[in-house]
């Protein structure tokens, strides 16, 4: 029998979540996942990857690769829509209202997507591996949108019921 002492918290249920969907990434560079979750349910999922019914980076190439682009550069490019860009779209598609919501995603956002989070009403995101953007970050403080690093604060931890 599982004691409650090793359930994850729902932070961490969720950035889980988050590496759980990045799995179906078919970005040659980088695989990311987003959950957007309020109160305690999921809402939406993405992961980065082409438009639906169009071909994949991984069965085409890269496009940014062949062309020597480094990360973080030349997004208008890039065939992907990025994960958290999917999640708001598949919650607008089906009619699910994310304001005040959370996002769990595995990578922080870049600026465009901050922007669009910004919008959607997002409250805070919690994100595993950091994407050194100081616009995205100056943008989501001016907003009033909080990005946490998971493990690097105290909730990350808490055994929330």
């Known amino acids: 029998m599982m004691t409650q002492d ?3 918290s729902w932070d961490g ?19 990311v996942g987003a959950v957007i979750v309020k109160d305690k349910q999921i809402l939406s999922t993405g992961y980065n990857g082409s438009p639906s019914g169009l071909q994949h980076c991984d069965e085409i190439g890269c496009l940014r690769q062949s ?6 550069e ?6 992907a829509v990025h994960a958290e860009q999917n999640a708001l779209v598949q919650a607008a598609k089906h ?5 005040g919501a959370d996002l769990y995603t ?4 870049c600026v465009l997507c901050t922007k669009l989070l910004i919008n959607a009403g997002i409250k805070r ?3 595993a591996y950091s994407y050194p953007d100081p616009l995205a970050e100056t943008m989501a403080k001016e907003a009033g949108l909080s990005f946490i690093k998971f493990g690097e604060d105290s909730s990350c931890t808490d055994q929330n019921p």
């Open 125 to 127: 995101v919690m994100y």
């Open 95 to 99: 009619g699910v209202a994310i304001a």
């Open 6 to 8: 090793k359930r994850p």
């Open 67 to 72: 062309l020597g682009v480094p990360s973080g």
């Open 13 to 31: 249920y969720f950035m889980q979540m988050a590496q759980v969907v990045a799995g179906r990434s078919t970005c040659l560079r980088r695989q």
């Open 74 to 79: 030349r997004h208008e490019i890039c065939r």
């Open 106 to 109: 595995t990578h922080q956002p």
